[in-house]
């Protein structure tokens, strides 16, 4: 059944290649346009257009190292190529030994549209021809965020930070002074009844602290049941896979609040959004079958990172977009 | 019944050698397994400080790290378990029983590590389904079924020990509710003989209690897995599954915490010639431990899932309650026996001090992560590691550490007179430990995400790259230091008498 399917693409691919060729001209310049947006959507967290192999071969000049029919079908389902022992797959494999190529569930025309701007080989479209964000794995990846900028003064890790370091410094103290007390011996009868009083006090002042910290932090609890969406919100849908993200739209607008509706495609994954600071502001796991929203009001333009935080794959790390936040 | 003395209990051994060098070999054992582990804890820190590894190496020795860890926690307290059976309850567990499950966990983490290292498995452990399914190429499903196979040898051999616990439990302290120290709620003359169990009694027995309800989760879980692996029609639901692993994954490396402050109990009232009885604040804090500890996973993971708030509310006062009892009684009554008790600082007690500290600081973070609000930043961020490596590397590893260093002089009688070794042993892993420990604190704090062979360090501030650059040293030094224990104790094994 595999495999009928993968010959009946094949064979789809055969027939429509030559006439697709053909028709390039009037609508090819649109085509680019929608390659190059799928190309970084979707393909620079393995792929660079002239930078270089990362974790996949550097795809400048494909188009002229393989056949047509060939590439468009390993665009479309990569695993099934591979799954039939192509050896051209099978040797690349063996190079790019960390990583087979995702299935990222392109379509025919999109791969047609991503092989049209990487045969341009990324000029036309200009900006692109670098992967948007750098290779992570590549060691002393330039910071481009400022050691700890302004934002992190008022970000509640600096209140996080504050409150354990405060939890360990005064155990700390009191491991200390339990250490240099415990010399010379004495009667344990003495004290008895003084630790067992103590021992009240911090079992109530524990389950009291408990509750204090629960009622104070819930309203902090980000994403509060959606309210009714008004005709401002604006709503982005997510969905993430390995190892992409589809999002619709990329662009949003400062003050009005950002309704994320994220799931996932094919295991779990998590969506993390990190400001220009370098300050990550909140995450919600991003689970097949289920949407979960959270709503986020941005006050500041710029460009935020978008981060898988749960492990889902070999190329877990390499799983980031971006999203425009515009006045 | 047979409830002997406390100090006995601590210092007498069964004179049957063959029996006492069954749980030296458990240990050893687990002792091995900790050394590997450790020094593939310290290639992954420096890879990913460096990155030399392949992303498929990578996530496989992380999958092996933290599968071999959880062994040699459940292998060790196995050791402990048959020590006390047969000194507490003078219960004599036929010795097939105890290689059996010897075999089985051996067994089990062979085939683990055989799917990892060979059929490049590499999930992370614990395994959130449906990863394990859909690994999108980087592993094939022979190795998914020889791994989880191996993971349910080791889950079937858990519930046996502590099956084992129970009967005798039963058997030898009158009613599993006299083991959990209910008698303490009896009126005065109730209790003939006013006769209760000692705390490490009670410790163990709520592990193998809870044991019962955890481990078949997962027993449930991995075979679910295994099905959907081979059967593809099987249904799983990602929500549900990932509840279970929770209940099944947080709620074991719990109960092990427990049987290790088993350790605590019984070491302690020794060192310091100090009686530690039951009494009525511990056991209710210990029963309500009990019961919420089912929830202590759900507070802080539920926080990011699609579940109702009020779920949310009651998982995370749940969580909080569940790990009260730790501090309260265990750790407390431990310190307060140690004011001046005239103490002699050997390394053990070294050991003992220092890990209860760290569980308080791992408590800490753990408050905070489960912390409304704060979750959604902290989660999936190298803080959640940090938090469980205060608990377990700095924590319980060290109250195993404690209990060997006493018992196999004991077990094997021979002796070595200097402790200069185990000396050494703590001072590296204290210092190297906190300086791990504090780097996964401080990256977490900067948003470093866990489990990652490389980080994102364009998005995350400069600080991130450099925390992690610097923690490798420390890394080197704690999983070097890993070695001596085993040295030590087989040396001494292999000493004439
Ligand atoms: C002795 C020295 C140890 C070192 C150097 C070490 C180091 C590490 C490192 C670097 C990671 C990866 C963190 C990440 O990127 O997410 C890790 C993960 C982990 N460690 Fe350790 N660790 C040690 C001891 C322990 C102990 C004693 C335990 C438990 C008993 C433990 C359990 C785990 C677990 C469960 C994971 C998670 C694995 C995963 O996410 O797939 N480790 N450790
Ligand atoms: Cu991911």
Known sequence: MRRGGGFALAAVIALAAPAMAQNQGAGADAAVTRGRMLFEEKCTTCHTLGSGDFLGPDLAGVADRRPREWLLRFIVEPDRVLAEGDPVALELLKKYSDLEMPNLKVTLEEAEAALAYIATGGAAAGAAAAPSVPPASAPGAPAAVEPLGPQWRMSTQVYIGLLFLAAVILTAAAFLVVYKGSQPRAEYEKFERVFDTIQRYWTASLVIATLLFTVALLPLVPFPPVRAATEETQVVKVEALQFGWNMEPRTVKVGTPVEFRVTGRDVNHSFGLVDPHGVLLFQVQAMPRYVKEAVYTFDEPGTYHVLCMEYCGLAHHVMRTTVQVVR | ?497
């Open chain 2, 1 to 497: 019944m047979a409830v002997i003395a406390e100090r006995a209990i601590a210092t007498d051994v069964p004179r049957e050698a063959s029996f006492n060098y069954l749980v030296v070999r458990y240990w050893l054992t687990a002792l091995a397994a900790f050394f590997v582990a450790a020094v593939i804890g310290l290639v992954l820190r420096w890879n990913q400080a460096s990155g030399f590894l392949s992303l498929a190496w990578h996530y496989r020795l992380q999958t092996f790290h933290g599968a071999y860890m959880a062994w040699f926690a459940i292998a060790s307290v196995a050791g402990f378990v048959w020590l006390l059976i047969r000194k507490q309850f003078e219960i004599v567990v036929p010795r097939a029983r105890m290689e059996l499950v010897y075999w089985l966990l051996l067994a089990g983490a062979g085939l683990f590590g055989f799917g990892v290292l060979i059929g490049g498995f590499a999930p992370g452990f614990p395994i959130l389904p449906p990863l394990p399914l859909n690994p999108a190429g980087a592993w094939a499903a022979w190795a998914v079924n020889v791994s989880l196979s191996g993971m349910v040898l080791i889950v079937v051999a858990t519930i046996a020990y502590l099956l084992e616990w129970l009967v005798a439990a039963h058997r030898a302290a009158g009613g599993l509710g006299q083991a959990l120290g209910l008698s303490v709620f009896l009126p005065r003359g109730a209790n003939p003989g006013g006769r209760t169990v000692p705390p490490y009694v009670l410790a163990v027995t709520a592990m193998a209690l809870i044991g019962m309800y955890a481990l078949p989760v997962g027993a449930y879980l991995v075979a679910n897995i295994l099905l959907k692996n081979n059967f593809p029609a099987v249904p799983l639901d990602p929500l549900f599954a990932k509840n279970m692993l929770w209940a099944f994954a947080h709620t074991l490396v719990n109960i092990l915490y427990w049987g290790t402050f088993g350790i605590v109990y019984l070491l302690i009232p020794v060192i310091t010639d100090r009686e530690w009885k039951l009494y009525r604040l511990l056991v209710i804090l210990w029963l309500v431990t009990i019961v919420t500890t089912g929830m202590t996973a759900m507070g802080h993971h539920l926080q990011l899932d699609p579940v109702p708030f009020s779920i949310v509310v009651i998982g995370q006062v749940g969580s909080y309650l569940s790990i009260m009892s730790w501090a309260a009684v265990s750790i407390y009554g431990a310190v307060e026996r140690i004011w001046k008790s005239g103490i002699t600082w050997e390394p053990k007690v070294s050991f003992l001090y220092f890990g209860m500290f760290m569980v308080l600081v791992g408590m800490a973070g753990a408050y905070l992560d489960a912390g409304p609000g704060f979750n959604t930043i902290l989660h999936n961020t190298l803080w959640v590691p940090a938090h469980f490596h205060s608990y377990m590397m700095l924590g319980m590893a060290l109250f195993i550490f404690a209990c060997m260093y006493h018992y196999v002089p004991l077990l094997t009688r021979k002796t070595d007179d200097s402790t200069a070794l185990p000396r050494v042993h703590f001072w590296m892993t204290a210092i190297g430990g906190v300086g791990l420990v504090g780097s996964f604190y401080l990256a977490g704090l900067l948003g470093t995400p866990r489990r990652m062979a490389a980080y994102p360090l364009d998005a995350l501030p400069a600080l991130a790259g450099l925390v992690t650059q610097a923690s490798v040293p420390f890394a080197l030094v704690l999983a070097l230091a890993q070695a001596i224990p085993l040295f030590y104790l087989t040396r001494m094994l292999v000493r004439r008498a």
